[in-house]
């Protein structure tokens, strides 16, 4: 014969009680296991990061020089989110790096980006979503292998815009992203 054991009420998380209105000042230890598997579970789901990078049917996929540029969608779950503002081509300094040259500044952004990262314990790899403005859209896309030496590992989604002027004439490129990261 099963001997049924019970722990104090007093003691539990409300969501173990009894549903009886507090009337038994016990409950079945059992059902407070299983309750607590099942929270350990959920939270262990939700703390576990998973990305998955999907290119759909139907939808073309953008590749330069037979580098694809970006996934159309990224489905993330679990993971700190991080988000990080337009960077720029600026040193650690805040001198403009690159005037009149895309390159360069695809170069100086790039590893603005991959500091933000780091310094939230991610890297590229973690990146999902970036969005790049650019003053000369064509230029920008001459120069795929350098900005795939920084997004190509993760391979985000990515919207780019070009646009008339960034905060300052020297810029040509911005780029903000977001990451998710264990």
């Known amino acids: 014969?099963?001997?049924r054991q019970s722990a104090p009420l007093e003691s539990l998380p409300p969501?173990?009680?009894?549903?009886?209105?507090?009337?038994?000042?016990?409950?079945?230890?059992?059902?407070?296991?299983?309750?607590?598997?099942?929270?350990?579970?959920?939270k262990f789901r939700e703390n576990t990061m998973q990305l998955k990078k999907l290119q759909p049917e139907g939808l073309n996929v953008r590749t330069v020089d037979g580098h694809t540029l970006y996934s159309h969608v990224v489905v993330a779950t679990g993971g700190?989110?991080?988000?990080?503002?337009?960077?720029?081509?600026r040193d650690a300094s805040g001198n403009v790096v690159g005037r009149r040259d895309m390159r360069a500044q695809i170069e100086q952004v790039g590893k603005n980006l991959k500091a933000c990262?780091?310094?939230?314990?991610?890297?590229?790899?973690?990146?999902?979503k970036t969005t790049t403005y650019v003053t000369d859209i064509d230029e920008f896309f001459r120069?795929?292998?350098i900005r795939m030496q920084y997004f190509g590992p993760a391979l985000p989604?990515?919207?780019?815009?070009?646009?008339?002027r960034l905060s300052?004439?020297?810029f040509l490129i911005e780029v903000e992203a977001i990451a998710i990261a264990e």
């Open 143 to 145: 120069h795929a292998d």
């Open 157 to 164: 989604t990515s919207t780019t815009v070009e646009v008339r």
């Open 15 to 42: 969501a173990f009680r009894a549903q009886d209105g507090g009337a038994n000042p016990r409950v079945d230890v059992r059902r407070t296991a299983r309750l607590s598997a099942l929270a350990a579970e959920r």
């Open 1 to 3: 014969m099963h001997r």
């Open 168 to 170: 300052h004439p020297d």
């Open 117 to 128: 990262l780091e310094a939230a314990g991610a890297g590229l790899g973690d990146l999902v």
């Open 80 to 89: 700190r989110h991080i988000f990080i503002s337009g960077q720029l081509a």
